[in-house]
């Protein structure tokens, strides 16, 4: 820090309070919608179906996204899986 | 119609206890009959923050197992008319609150105070989930910090839906923010999250803001509830934040830096 940097020390580098707004107001978004409290088994299911999958293809790690949609008393487990890009 | 009201924050040590007690004393300063009941069963304070705690005989814990009554229990305060005190067990655990023990001693407290503030415990297990369930209205206490504001938000996921009123269909938990711990040169510097981003992210109403103070500490150290501090400071905020409750309107203060000398000289 030059001596000069005194009298600038009120205009901050890096004005961290932007940086925890946008981290929380992901994190907050994540559980407002629902996503926060998944079933505890989630995750596991996740591995299992990525596992099933790879005996026939051969995929990464986020080709299977899954959700849970909420309307009334209905929940709907929403299954996304992402095949790689067929070879003829 | 007695109010019950949760003074509740999800993680320690942002100012749960400080509020409750500044809130419950103001109140009762202003002329309503008021108790503040700790359910921080196991590790009490409130009596502490509260100055009375060689006057505890019987607790909460005693009163729900039917070992006193609530006349033995309750604690007058010596300095504020209209203030009483429910301390909390000092040997026992969480356990030691169940639904049916609470809903009969917050009834009996209904019939004779007309405000019955909940100082909750930390986290979200059992004691926290005892001291919001039957509330009416709901004061989240928040310091301008992630993992503060990350824990109120989950709070108010879990008043919306772990709440007598909740469970029923009534109408929801009113709530409120209380922002403590604020410190307006920082945030103009941009190193503090601001009173607009925490409004941003949690969306509820601001009921107060308490700054940053060394009075807070001084008057945990004397057992003195610190809005019976100096009005110009974190006193002064805690009666704001009532008055607010009350249905008053009151700007809010501390909220802008104590301009230094050399910003008054250049008229910044």
Known sequence: M???????????KNPSAKLAKERLQVVVAHRRTGRGDQ???FPQLQQ?????????VEVGEDAVQMEIEREGDLE???LNITLPEARH | MAKIIVVTSGKGGVGKTTTSASFAAGLAMRGHKTVVIDFDVGLRNLDLIMGCERRVVFDFVNVINGEANLKQALIRDKRIDNLSI??????????ALNEEGVE???????EDFEYIVCDSPAGI???????MHFADEAVIVTNPEVSSVRDSDRVLGMLSSKTKRSMEGAEPVKEHLVVTRYAPSRVGKGEMLSLDDIGDILAIPLLGVVPESET????????MPVVLENNADAGGAYMDMVARFLGEDRPLRFTQARKGFFDRLMGR
């Open chain 1, 2 to 12: 030059g001596w000069l940097d005194v009298f600038r020390s009120s205009e901050k």
């Open chain 1, 39 to 41: 079933p505890a088994y």
């Open chain 1, 48 to 56: 299992d179906l990525l596992a099933v999958l790879r005996k026939y």
């Open chain 1, 76 to 78: 709907v487990l929403e």
């Open chain 2, 86 to 95: 429910l301390a909390a067990s000092q040997t026992r655990d969480k356990d």
């Open chain 2, 104 to 110: 009969r001693t917050l009834n009996k407290l209904a």
């Open chain 2, 125 to 131: 297990e059992k004691g926290a989930l005892m001291a």
């Open chain 2, 216 to 223: 807070v500490l001084n008057a945990s150290n004397s057992g």
